[in-house]
């Protein structure tokens, strides 16, 4: 999984704390501004040089959901009809918590890139 | 081949004897047979007879069960592929069969005891160890009916058998109102008018609800789903703010919100005043409105029925001569970006309030997260719902007012460089769509005791400020958005506009009534009304100053001498 930092990765990994792994685009994984502080290249966090996130928090479950927004965003960031994601109901409170924790909750976009 | 049934004896006619051979009866296989059943057709099966197990279908005597109780209670005996898991059985107490003898009823327990009735009767008694659902950490609040809700109930329901559409439930002291109470109403239906010689026609009630001089911290939400409501009166309670869902009350003809506590008026009360809507009489003053800092000069209002409009704003939908020979025009304001959506309008109506809302001034917006934290420089002032009595201060608050025609767009917080692509964007942040899936449960109240105790406390803020959105509007608790109609939970833009309304009614032939501002003070004559957006996308587009609302009937005469 080793990348090297001139030229990092198209893709990121996300790991599930029941060891769970998505391959997302780091673009659109980059909306949430916990992975991207998390992966600067300029930190010297290992999840910056191996480009893989591992969240004890949050289940496989909730994470496919997560990472499905991820996509749901980057497919629709731009455009102006947007059709509505689906959110299972007994997902609510999981996925509350795990988009205060990453941060998406439409601030993230202030937050200066770094 | 073994497995074919034999045929039987073939059968030959004998034409001596004129009979047949080989007649003789074939004797029916009595293993097979029920011995009970021989002299019977074969034992029903229904299909209440839910054990489809194989023991049930085997021979001999088919066993009918013998249900006690009700359904619930009941488990079966044998385990059932539609069960996955073992029902337990309730613990049941043991019941003495012992024989009336002065019921008159004969049993056919009487002389023989049936042992299968006492074996299923009496099953193993397992009592389960603890439920298996968590318990709430407080408890539901059970729903209490007090007295002076009780007589709204009955006043409510009396109005509903005696199909009165006029329903005062002024002057009762109420503090609030449930929302069952309310929507007991929208069951309300005309006593249709049955006659000799009169036609059998079913009209739609045209409801009338006063709540005046109650003091209603706030408007049940219920109110907001009644379609036939015609008059609301709300004048002297103690609501601060009235709910979007007002926009629902298309047939509202009379609304009157004097002497209240509203700081502002829901931007979706203007839809109401669009042509071809029926609002006629608004009384919104004296309320402690928002005022805003620095306004220009009003113009006075006065009907100029020689202005031309040929500037693009304004859409020509009916012309009719009067007896003058003078030429009758209405006009219907339209948003610039859509022309000729009005196109398929026409004035049909013999007589129709005429609205004129014009746009005086706009507050800078204000930006904030899903979660509710203001992130803008400008924050509207934010006003904490008091409690019962403590009276709020009815000073007035004046807003800063932003230049009409900017484009509301770039004022972020922190002026960081941001790339400017990502910043806006419909769609939601995820923060939100689960906000609204949260919603969907239904059980907004009881949500916060589920979260772990780890949780941020702003959630639980959150759930109680959208649980209240909920109740307010009596829906889910979604807010519509002012510029795209889009549903939201948390709008992330807000701003207010201030608005002056003025009405008169309109027939074919031109004004019925003189024009009546809704008040003759100058200061009161700009009106605040909310607007939501539910992305950074939906701001307020530029507008001039005196611009019309979109939707509305302008009326201008032409003199044919004039016309060149």
Redo the contacts between chains.
């Keep these: 999984m080793d990348v090297d930092s001139s030229s990092p990765s198209k893709y990121i990994t996300l790991v599930s704390s029941d060891g769970f792994e998505f391959v997302v685009m780091r673009k659109a994984a980059f909306i949430s501004p916990a992975i991207k502080s998390m992966l600067d290249p300029k930190s010297q966090f290992q999840e910056a040089r191996t480009g893989r996130c591992v969240f004890e928090e949050i289940n496989g479950i909730v994470l496919e959901k997560v990472v499905e927004y991820f996509h749901y965003w980057y497919k629709y960031q731009d455009k102006e009809d947007v059709p509505d994601m689906e959110i299972p109901v007994e997902l609510c409170l999981e996925l509350l918590t795990a988009a205060d924790y990453l941060g998406l909750d439409s601030k993230e976009r202030l937050l200066p890139s770094r | 081949m073994s497995e074919e049934p034999t045929l039987p004896p073939t059968v030959a006619w004998d034409s001596e004897t004129q009979t047949f051979t080989n007649t003789r009866k074939r004797t029916r296989d009595r293993a097979a047979a029920s011995p009970l059943f021989f002299n019977s057709s074969d034992p029903a099966i229904f299909s209440s007879d839910d054990d489809p197990h194989v023991d049930n279908y085997s021979q001999g005597r088919h066993r009918k069960k013998r249900y006690v109780g009700s359904w619930f209670q009941q488990h079966l005996a044998s385990s059932d592929s539609t069960f996955g898991e073992v029902a337990r059985p309730r613990p049941k107490a043991k019941r003495t069969f012992k024989r009336q003898f002065d019921s008159g009823v004969w049993m056919g327990s009487d002389s023989s005891v049936d042992l299968n009735l006492e074996d299923e009767m009496s099953p193993e008694v397992e009592v389960p160890a603890e439920p298996k659902l968590p318990l709430l950490r407080h408890a539901r609040p059970a729903a209490v009916v007090s007295t002076k809700e009780e007589i709204v109930r009955q006043k409510i329901q009396s109005a509903i058998d005696e199909g009165n559409e006029d329903v005062d439930l002024s002057s009762l002291g109420m503090t609030s109102i449930q929302n069952a109470t309310i929507s007991q109403l929208s069951e309300f239906s005309c006593i249709p008018l049955v006659a000799e010689d009169v036609p059998f026609e079913q009209k739609d009630p045209s409801l009338k609800l006063y709540l005046y001089d109650n003091p209603l911290l706030r408007a049940p939400g219920a109110l907001f789903n009644l379609d036939y409501l015609t008059v609301l009166s709300l004048r002297n309670t103690k609501i601060t703010e009235l709910p979007p869902g007002i926009g629902n009350l298309r047939n509202l003809q009379s609304l009157n919100l004097s002497l209240n506590r509203l700081r502002y008026l829901p931007a979706e009360l203007l839809d109401l005043t669009k042509y071809p809507g029926k609002l006629e009489h608004l009384s919104i003053h004296p309320n402690p409105f928002y005022q805003p800092r620095s306004l220009p000069q009003l113009p006075e209002i006065i009907e100029d029925p020689t202005e031309s409009q040929e500037d693009g704003t304004f859409a020509l939908i009916h012309e009719s001569t009067c007896s003058d020979g003078s030429l009758n025009r209405f006009w219907i304001s339209t948003d610039n970006e859509l022309p000729g959506t009005m196109e398929h309008l026409s004035i049909d109506a013999t007589e129709f309030p005429a609205w004129r809302a014009t746009v005086l001034g706009r507050s800078p917006v204000q930006y904030n997260?899903?979660?509710g934290?203001v992130?803008s420089k400008f924050q509207l002032p934010r006003e904490e719902r008091t409690g019962s009595e403590s009276p709020v201060s009815d000073r007035n608050i004046t807003i800063e007012l932003e230049d009409l025609a900017s484009l509301a767009g770039p004022a972020?917080?922190?002026r960081?460089?941001?790339?400017s692509?990502?910043?806006?964007?419909?769609?939601?942040?995820?923060?939100?769509?689960?906000?609204?899936?949260?919603s969907?449960?239904g059980q907004l109240r009881e949500?916060p005791s589920?979260?772990?105790s780890h949780?941020?406390p702003h959630?639980a803020r959150v759930l109680d400020r959208v649980a209240e959105q909920s109740e307010e509007n009596a829906n889910l608790g979604d807010v519509p958005c002012s510029v795209c109609k889009r549903r939201v939970m948390m709008p992330?833009a807000q701003w207010i506009e201030w608005w002056d309304l003025s009405v008169s009614v309109m027939s074919e032939k031109g004004p019925l009534k003189a024009r009546l501002p809704l008040s003759s003070h100058q200061d009161e004559r700009a009106v605040p009304f909310l607007r939501r957006g539910c992305?950074?996308k939906c701001v307020p587009k530029p507008m001039k100053f005196g611009q019309w609302l979109p939707g509305l009937v302008k009326w201008t005469r032409e003199h044919p001498d004039e016309m060149v």
Excluded: G, H, I, K
């Design positions: 997260d899903s979660r934290a992130l972020r917080p922190n960081d460089q941001t790339s692509n990502s910043e806006q964007s419909r769609v939601f942040s995820l923060f939100e769509l689960a906000l609204q899936s949260c969907r449960t949500l589920y979260l772990p949780a941020p959630f992330t992305s950074w």
